[in-house]
C-alpha cells in the first residue's frame, strides 16, 4: 500500500491520536476522488485475473476507496482457517456507503427464532462461489423489516456517537451479497458480515438510509459519482462544516476484510454465520442471553446434523428436524410440547456420548471454552422456549425448564409422538417393571408436561431462589411425580389440560386422566403441585387391570429367570469323572413336561396376540399417513 509520505504521518497521527474528535483530514487521507472509467477497468481486470467473476470484481472495484491499494490486495490474498472451512479474504479500505447492513445480523438470532423478524435467512448461490442472496416481495418490505433493527442500533449502541467522532476504528468482516425485491435486481453488493453496528453507525454518520446503501447510490450513478466527489474535496479542506467533517470521517471503513473465496462442506450462508457468530463469542460479546444462546443452539444443530446425529422422529427427515430446531420451519405439525422433547433430546444429551461430545465441540469453536453440563440443558430449555417474546419473564421461564430438565432420566430424551394415555400406560407399565429405573415413555411424559408446567398462563414450576425457603427444584418435583402412578396421572392429566387450551387439573384422586373438564376438582397452581409432589409415595398405589397385567407379566419373566438358573445348576452336576449326571442319568416327570407344555402354547399364544396388534397398528399407521 503506498501513500505519499504526509498521508502517512497522517495516519499515525489518526492511530495514536487520543483526542474525543478526530480531525477529518486524517482520515480523509484514505479517500481518493472517483476513479477513472481506465482506472477501475484495471483494477476490475485485476479482480478476474485472481479468478473472481466480473460482476464480483467489478463490486469491489467500485467499493474502493483506493484503486492501487485494492489492486496490490488482490494480487495477495490471505486465508483464514475456521476448523475444516477456510475463507480467502482481501484486506482494502471499503467505502461506507457501498456496504449493505446485514439484513441476516447475529444480533437477530433470537428474533429469527421467535418468528419476530419478518426476513428470510440468507441462502447461497449454487456454484461454489463465496456470495449470499436475500430476496423479498418489494423493496418496499425490505426497507419496512430493515428499519426497525437499524433503529434499535442507533438508539442502544454505544459505538455509534464514537464512530461519528473518530470514525471506524476496527475492521470489519464483509461478504458479497446479491439482494433482490420482486421483480428488482438482483444488486450486487458486500454485506457487513460482522460489522453491522459499525456500518449503521457510518451511515448515519454519512445522512444515508438503507435504500440509499442499496439502490439510490448505485456504482456508475450521477448521484453516485457527485456523492462521492463531495466527499473526496471536503475531505483535503479545512474549513468544512461539522456535519461534513463527520461524513468524511464516516466515509471509509479501513483495512476491511473481504471474503472472495470459501472452500468447505457446509454451503457458504451456514458457514458465514457459524463464523460470524465464532468472531463475536471468542472472547465472549455482550449480546443478550437470547442471542447467545440461539448463535449456540444453532451452530450446535448444525454440528449434529453434519454428523448424522440429530434424533430424528418417525416420519420425519434429518433435514427437517433440523429447520424446526434452528427456528426457520414454522409450518410444522409439530406441537409446542413435542417440540421442547425434540430440542431437549438433541441439545441435552447424556454427557460422555457422541452426541455430548458434539455440541460440546459446536460451542467450544464458537466460545473458545468448553461448556459445563448445564450449558446444555441452557440450550435446550431456550429452543424449547422460541413461542415466548424475548422479555423478564422468559428469563424466569428457561431457568425454571433447564432445573428441571437437568434431571438425569430426561437427559437425550426420544420423542415418539404418541398419544398421552399410550405414554401413561406404558410408563405406568416401566414404573412397575424397573422400579426407580425411569424409561424412555416416563422421561417423554416427564418432559412434555415440564414444558406446560413452565409455559402456561400459571406456571407451576419455578426456581428458587439460591435453594432457600420450601420453594422446591423443580427437577425434584419432576423427579418426585414420575416415581408414583398418581404422578404420572398428575403429569398426564397436564399435558390433556393445556393442549386443549385448559388450565391444569388436580385430578380427582382415583380418576384416570380424561380430556373433560372434572366437576368440584381445583385447578393447579405451583403450591398445590409442591403439596402433590410431597405426598407422591413411590410406587404404585391403585392398580388398573393394566397395572396388575403388567405386574403379573414382571413377576412370570421373573420366575423364568430363576428357573433357568436352576436348571443351569442341573446341568452342572457331575460325577467323579466329570460326566453330567444329567446326561448320564437324565430326569423324566409328566407333570413336569406337561407343565412346560400348557406354558409354552399359553406363551406361543400371547405373542401371536402381539404381533397380530403390532400388524394392526401398523396399517392404521399407514392409513393416517395416507389420510
Not at 145 to 172: F, L, W, Y
Amino acid at each position: 500500500m503506498i501513500y505519499p509520505s504526509d498521508a502517512v504521518a497522517a495516519l499515525d497521527s489518526f492511530e495514536t491520536d487520543t483526542l474525543d474528535t478526530v480531525d477529518h483530514r486524517m482520515i480523509g487521507t484514505r479517500l481518493r476522488p472517483p476513479a477513472s472509467v481506465a482506472v477501475i477497468e484495471k483494477s476490475i481486470a485485476v479482480g478476474e485475473a485472481a479468478g473472481m467473476p466480473h460482476q464480483l470484481a467489478q463490486a469491489l472495484a467500485f467499493s474502493a476507496a483506493n484503486q492501487q491499494q485494492l489492486r496490490h490486495a488482490l494480487r495477495f490474498p490471505k486465508i483464514q482457517r475456521f476448523g475444516a472451512e477456510e475463507f480467502t479474504y482481501i484486506e482494502f479500505d471499503v467505502l461506507t456507503w457501498r456496504i449493505i447492513p446485514s439484513p441476516d445480523n447475529i444480533r437477530f438470532e433470537g428474533d429469527h427464532a421467535r418468528g419476530a423478524i419478518d426476513m428470510p435467512r440468507f441462502g447461497a448461490v449454487d456454484d461454489g462461489r463465496p456470495v449470499l442472496t436475500f430476496h423479498m416481495d418489494s423493496i418496499e418490505a425490505i426497507i419496512d423489516a430493515m428499519g426497525p433493527r437499524i433503529e434499535d442500533m442507533v438508539e442502544n449502541n454505544p459505538h455509534v456517537p464514537s464512530i461519528q467522532e473518530r470514525g471506524i476504528e476496527t475492521a470489519g468482516w464483509l461478504s458479497f451479497l446479491e439482494l433482490s425485491a420482486g421483480d428488482v435486481g438482483p444488486v450486487i453488493g458486500l454485506e457487513s458480515t460482522d460489522g453491522f453496528g459499525r456500518t449503521v453507525a457510518a451511515h448515519k454518520g454519512l445522512g444515508i438510509t438503507f435504500k440509499d446503501a442499496v439502490w439510490n447510490l448505485q456504482p456508475g450513478g450521477r448521484r453516485a459519482g457527485s456523492w462521492h466527489h463531495d466527499l473526496a474535496e471536503c475531505a483535503r479542506r479545512e474549513d468544512v462544516s461539522e456535519v461534513q467533517a463527520r461524513k468524511v470521517r464516516c466515509s471509509i471503513m479501513p483495512n476491511a476484510k473481504v471474503i472472495i473465496g470459501y472452500t468447505g462442506g457446509r454451503r457458504f450462508d451456514r458457514a458465514r454465520r457459524r463464523f460470524v457468530a465464532h468472531l463475536h463469542m471468542a472472547p465472549p460479546m455482550s449480546f443478550t442471553t437470547a442471542t447467545t444462546l440461539n448463535a449456540k443452539a444453532n451452530a450446535a444443530v448444525d454440528r449434529l446434523f453434519d454428523r448424522g446425529l440429530l434424533p430424528v422422529p418417525t416420519g420425519m427427515t434429518a433435514h427437517e428436524v433440523r429447520e424446526v430446531l434452528e427456528g426457520s420451519n414454522r409450518s410444522t405439525d409439530l406441537l409446542a410440547d413435542e417440540v421442547a422433547v425434540l430440542a431437549c433430546g438433541a441439545l441435552n444429551p447424556q454427557p460422555n456420548t457422541r452426541r455430548a461430545r458434539t455440541v460440546n465441540d459446536a460451542i467450544a469453536d464458537l466460545t473458545g471454552t468448553r461448556p459445563k453440563l448445564e450449558d446444555r440443558t441452557q440450550l435446550a430449555a431456550e429452543v424449547a422456549l422460541r413461542g415466548f417474546p424475548n422479555d423478564k419473564r422468559l428469563t424466569a421461564l428457561r431457568a425454571a425448564l433447564e432445573r428441571g430438565w437437568r434431571w438425569v432420566p430426561l437427559r437425550g430424551v426420544g420423542l415418539t409422538r404418541r398419544e398421552p394415555l399410550d405414554l401413561l400406560a406404558e410408563a405406568i407399565r416401566e414404573l412397575v417393571q424397573a422400579g426407580t429405573n425411569t424409561g424412555p415413555a416416563t422421561a417423554e411424559l416427564v418432559t412434555l408436561a415440564s414444558y406446560h408446567m413452565v409455559s402456561g398462563r400459571i406456571p407451576l414450576l419455578t426456581r428458587s431462589e439460591f435453594g432457600r425457603g420450601n420453594n422446591t427444584e423443580p427437577q425434584q418435583i419432576l423427579q418426585r411425580l414420575a416415581r408414583s402412578d398418581s404422578g404420572l396421572r398428575q403429569l398426564c392429566q397436564v399435558v390433556m389440560d393445556c393442549r386443549a387450551g385448559r388450565d391444569p387439573q388436580q385430578l380427582p384422586e382415583g380418576d384416570e386422566p380424561a380430556n373433560v373438564c372434572f366437576v368440584g376438582t381445583r385447578s393447579l397452581d405451583s403450591d398445590r403441585l409442591r403439596e402433590l409432589a410431597g405426598a407422591s409415595e413411590d410406587g404404585i398405589s391403585h392398580e388398573s387391570p393394566e397395572d396388575r397385567f403388567a405386574a403379573a407379566i414382571e413377576r412370570f419373566r421373573n420366575k423364568l429367570d430363576e428357573l433357568h438358573t436352576i436348571a443351569t445348576e442341573v446341568a452342572a452336576i457331575t460325577d467323579h469323572t466329570g460326566v453330567a449326571l444329567a446326561d448320564s442319568r437324565g430326569f423324566d416327570h409328566p407333570v413336569v413336561k406337561a407343565t412346560f407344555n400348557e406354558i409354552a402354547d399359553q406363551v406361543s399364544e400371547w405373542r401371536s396376540v402381539h404381533r397380530r396388534l403390532a400388524r394392526m397398528r401398523a396399517d392404521a399407521d399407514f392409513v393416517d399417513a395416507i389420510e
